[in-house]
DNA sequence: CAAATAAAAGACTCTTTTATCTTAAATTAA
DNA sequence: TTAATTTAAGATAAAAGAGTCTTTTATTTG
């Protein structure tokens, strides 16, 4: 698996957050965790990671929930991986092996690099509100159901 | 990670012995544990699977121990990955979705795929025989040292 | 044949990831 | 100001991945 599992749960649930950010409420974590069908608790670990590193603002009580700390179209979903999963996956080498690298590259390491800046790529360019009005358009679940 | 730990050791591994498969007699698997600085026994099951999966043949008692069982020039490393890992890396959504694809595609479908051909396509036009020649002639090592 | 060697097989441990459960803190609204 | 609501925090549990250890089986060689 390219990005934890924690991971594809933070970037749904952000998905999720931008699509619902048109009323200005709160978006509550329970209904979400039922409507995405992640586990409520571990959801909640989750937005606070977002929360900690600035993705998300959080409010508790009654009518709390959460929202995006920015808007939707400066967010990309790269911001949301990297928060989570860090960059472990842009960086690290496909064979597994430290210490080697570009001034002396196995057969595999040029191909490799392009791949993973490839995978950069795409989820730098994806901001969360045009993947979002995208998803909508393309009526594309989230979730399972 | 893309690939597991055990994939990578099955491919350093791999790699190793075609390296070694000058010489007609077995390879240890025991010195290639030493040498690729991999767990004996860890290395010994995975290499368990690669003789099942008919890409080594292995040999007991003494002087025993693994060949490839085809020639390195018709083994790629998508034929290891592929033994131990299967096809998950190649198959799976980006963001661990089931139930959706190319026919109502997300933004990031057609981004992804493309990537994951990419990665397919790397191991895929990679053999044991000229990457372990590459590796040579470049000098890089297979293991921390 | 007996002893030594080396892979095969399987039980077991340790770590990380994923998931659940409980309690605490903050906020709202009656 | 009290009760209800909702996120925060932290302990615990289950599952998967990674690694270790022991016993068995096959083979070679003296
Ligand atoms: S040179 Fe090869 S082994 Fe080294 S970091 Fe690059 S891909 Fe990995
Ligand atoms: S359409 Fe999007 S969510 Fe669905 S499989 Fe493709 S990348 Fe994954």
């Not at 933070?10 to 992640?38: F, H, T």
């Not at 929360?51 to 179209?73: D, F, N, V, W």
């Not at 191909?111 to 009526?139: N, P, Q």
């Amino acid at each position: 698996m390219v990005l934890s599992k924690a991971c594809t749960y933070g970037v749904l649930a952000s998905l999720y957050v931008a699509k619902q950010s048109e009323n200005k409420s709160y978006v509550s974590i329970r209904d979400m965790s039922n409507e995405l069908r992640i586990s409520f608790h571990f959801l909640t670990k989750i937005l606070q990671k977002l929360t900690a590193e600035g993705i998300l603002q959080s409010h508790k009580g009654p009518k709390g929930g959460i929202l995006l700390a920015r808007e939707a179209r400066n967010i990309t979903i790269l911001d949301v991986v990297l928060a989570i999963d860090g960059d472990k996956v842009f960086t690290e080498c496909v064979l597994g092996l430290p210490g080697c690298g570009s001034e002396r590259p196995c057969p595999m390491h040029n191909h490799w690099i392009t791949v993973r800046e490839d995978l950069r790529e795409m989820f730098s360019t994806k901001t969360l509100a045009a993947t979002s009005d995208d998803i909508r358009e393309l009526g594309l679940r989230l979730s399972i159901e």
